[in-house]
Protein backbone atom coordinates (compact mmCIF):
# COMPACT_ATOMS: atom_id res chain seq x y z
CA UNK A 1 0.00 0.00 0.00
CA UNK A 2 2.77 2.23 0.73
CA UNK A 3 4.15 1.61 -2.42
CA UNK A 4 0.97 2.60 -4.67
CA UNK A 5 1.06 5.77 -2.55
CA UNK A 6 4.48 6.78 -3.03
CA UNK A 7 4.39 6.06 -7.01
CA UNK A 8 0.70 8.13 -7.14
CA UNK A 9 2.69 10.84 -5.40
CA UNK A 10 5.66 10.55 -7.17
CA UNK A 11 3.89 9.95 -10.88
CA UNK A 12 3.19 13.82 -11.62
CA UNK A 13 6.88 14.95 -10.53
CA UNK A 14 8.40 12.29 -13.29
CA UNK A 15 5.62 12.97 -15.64
CA UNK A 16 6.75 16.81 -15.24
CA UNK A 17 10.41 16.22 -15.42
CA UNK A 18 10.05 14.09 -18.72
CA UNK A 19 8.10 16.39 -20.21
CA UNK A 20 10.21 19.40 -19.14
CA UNK A 21 13.07 17.12 -20.80
CA UNK A 22 11.67 16.17 -24.19
CA UNK A 23 10.75 19.90 -24.40
CA UNK A 24 14.63 21.00 -23.89
CA UNK A 25 15.26 18.54 -26.06
CA UNK A 26 13.30 19.62 -28.68
CA UNK A 27 14.53 23.24 -28.72
CA UNK A 28 18.43 21.86 -28.69
CA UNK A 29 18.63 23.27 -25.23
CA UNK A 30 20.96 21.34 -22.48
CA UNK A 31 19.67 18.98 -20.14
CA UNK A 32 20.30 21.47 -17.07
CA UNK A 33 17.68 23.56 -18.56
CA UNK A 34 15.21 20.92 -18.14
CA UNK A 35 16.04 20.49 -14.37
CA UNK A 36 16.05 24.55 -14.09
CA UNK A 37 12.53 24.61 -15.39
CA UNK A 38 11.01 21.86 -14.09
CA UNK A 39 11.97 23.18 -10.93
CA UNK A 40 9.85 26.55 -11.17
CA UNK A 41 6.48 24.85 -12.32
CA UNK A 42 3.85 23.79 -9.22
CA UNK A 43 4.80 19.83 -9.46
CA UNK A 44 8.42 20.37 -9.12
CA UNK A 45 7.90 22.62 -6.16
CA UNK A 46 5.01 19.39 -4.52
CA UNK A 47 8.33 17.28 -4.88
CA UNK A 48 11.06 19.55 -3.12
CA UNK A 49 7.94 20.03 -0.49
CA UNK A 50 7.16 16.43 -0.02
CA UNK A 51 11.25 15.49 -0.25
CA UNK A 52 11.47 17.61 2.55
CA UNK A 53 8.81 16.07 4.59
CA UNK A 54 10.48 12.52 3.90
CA UNK A 55 13.78 13.63 5.48
CA UNK A 56 12.01 13.65 8.97
CA UNK A 57 9.78 9.81 7.91
CA UNK A 58 10.28 6.93 10.42
CA UNK A 59 11.44 4.27 7.94
CA UNK A 60 15.70 4.67 7.70
CA UNK A 61 14.53 4.06 4.04
CA UNK A 62 12.73 7.09 3.18
CA UNK A 63 14.59 9.52 4.72
CA UNK A 64 17.79 7.59 2.55
CA UNK A 65 16.26 8.40 -0.67
CA UNK A 66 14.79 11.75 0.56
CA UNK A 67 18.47 13.03 1.30
CA UNK A 68 19.78 11.39 -1.85
CA UNK A 69 17.16 13.55 -3.80
CA UNK A 70 17.49 16.62 -1.83
CA UNK A 71 21.64 16.77 -3.26
CA UNK A 72 20.63 15.79 -6.58
CA UNK A 73 18.10 18.17 -6.88
CA UNK A 74 20.55 21.10 -5.27
CA UNK A 75 17.41 21.87 -2.74
CA UNK A 76 19.65 24.43 -0.32
CA UNK A 77 16.03 24.12 1.37
CA UNK A 78 16.89 21.05 3.02
CA UNK A 79 20.00 22.29 4.35
CA UNK A 80 18.64 22.19 8.20
CA UNK A 81 17.11 18.67 7.73
CA UNK A 82 20.20 17.12 6.23
CA UNK A 83 22.57 18.95 8.60
CA UNK A 84 20.51 16.65 11.58
CA UNK A 85 20.37 13.54 9.37
CA UNK A 86 24.66 13.45 9.46
CA UNK A 87 24.02 11.65 13.05
CA UNK A 88 21.15 9.40 12.01
CA UNK A 89 20.87 5.82 13.68
CA UNK A 90 21.01 4.65 9.91
CA UNK A 91 24.58 4.64 8.38
CA UNK A 92 23.37 4.67 4.69
CA UNK A 93 21.27 7.76 5.86
CA UNK A 94 24.40 9.35 7.57
CA UNK A 95 26.22 8.49 3.98
CA UNK A 96 23.49 10.17 2.00
CA UNK A 97 22.75 13.04 4.07
CA UNK A 98 26.94 13.86 4.23
CA UNK A 99 27.23 13.40 0.10
CA UNK A 100 23.88 15.56 -0.52
CA UNK A 101 25.28 18.65 1.54
CA UNK A 102 28.72 18.23 0.21
CA UNK A 103 26.35 18.71 -3.28
CA UNK A 104 25.23 21.59 -1.92
CA UNK A 105 28.72 23.37 -1.79
CA UNK A 106 29.04 22.41 2.55
CA UNK A 107 31.99 20.34 1.41
CA UNK A 108 34.05 22.07 3.92
CA UNK A 109 32.50 20.58 6.48
CA UNK A 110 30.63 17.41 5.36
CA UNK A 111 33.53 15.53 3.19
CA UNK A 112 35.15 14.84 6.61
CA UNK A 113 32.08 13.14 7.68
CA UNK A 114 32.01 10.99 4.69
CA UNK A 115 35.62 10.05 5.00
CA UNK A 116 35.42 8.93 8.96
CA UNK A 117 32.59 6.47 7.49
CA UNK A 118 35.23 4.74 5.54
CA UNK A 119 36.63 3.38 8.89
CA UNK A 120 32.73 2.47 10.17
CA UNK A 121 32.87 -1.15 11.92
CA UNK A 122 30.26 -2.26 9.42
CA UNK A 123 32.62 -2.85 6.37
CA UNK A 124 29.87 -1.96 3.80
CA UNK A 125 29.31 1.52 5.35
CA UNK A 126 33.23 1.88 3.93
CA UNK A 127 32.42 0.83 0.69
CA UNK A 128 29.23 3.31 0.20
CA UNK A 129 31.15 6.51 1.92
CA UNK A 130 34.03 5.91 -1.02
CA UNK A 131 31.05 5.47 -3.75
CA UNK A 132 29.69 8.88 -2.05
CA UNK A 133 33.07 9.93 -2.31
CA UNK A 134 33.47 9.08 -6.05
CA UNK A 135 30.13 10.76 -6.79
CA UNK A 136 31.05 13.44 -5.11
CA UNK A 137 33.31 14.82 -7.80
CA UNK A 138 35.66 15.98 -5.15
CA UNK A 139 39.66 15.56 -6.35
CA UNK A 140 41.86 17.44 -3.26
CA UNK A 141 44.24 16.29 -1.27
CA UNK A 142 40.88 15.20 1.59
CA UNK A 143 40.25 12.70 -1.50
CA UNK A 144 43.79 11.44 -1.83
CA UNK A 145 43.76 10.89 1.64
CA UNK A 146 40.40 9.40 1.75
CA UNK A 147 42.01 7.06 -1.18
CA UNK A 148 44.41 6.14 1.13
CA UNK A 149 42.92 5.00 4.13
CA UNK A 150 40.46 2.83 1.86
CA UNK A 151 43.17 1.12 0.29
CA UNK A 152 44.12 0.06 3.85
CA UNK A 153 40.64 -1.43 4.17
CA UNK A 154 39.81 -5.16 5.26
CA UNK A 155 37.11 -5.26 2.70
CA UNK A 156 38.14 -5.75 -1.03
CA UNK A 157 34.95 -3.52 -2.60
CA UNK A 158 36.38 -0.55 -0.13
CA UNK A 159 39.90 -0.78 -1.10
CA UNK A 160 38.93 -0.81 -5.09
CA UNK A 161 37.27 2.10 -4.64
CA UNK A 162 40.43 3.44 -2.98
CA UNK A 163 43.05 2.47 -5.42
CA UNK A 164 40.21 3.66 -8.74
CA UNK A 165 40.15 7.30 -6.88
CA UNK A 166 43.90 7.08 -6.35
CA UNK A 167 44.23 7.33 -9.88
CA UNK A 168 41.66 10.41 -10.52
CA UNK A 169 43.13 12.89 -7.64
CA UNK A 170 45.77 15.15 -9.07
CA UNK A 171 47.95 16.52 -5.86
CA UNK A 172 50.17 18.77 -6.79
CA UNK A 173 53.52 18.28 -5.94
CA UNK A 174 55.20 20.67 -3.40
Keep these: MRLKQA ?30 AYGTTSAGYAASVAIRNALAAADPAERYWAATWAGVNKDAGATDALKKLVDDPAPAVRVAASLSLCQLGLEGTYFAQL ?22 GIRNEAAARAAELAKESNYEFTRRYGKRLATLVEVPNP
Excluded: R
Excluded at 116 to 131: F, H, K
Design 7 to 36: LKSILPWAAGLVLAALLAHAQGLPKSFAWT
Design 115 to 136: VSLIEDPNLIVGMYAMNAIEQS
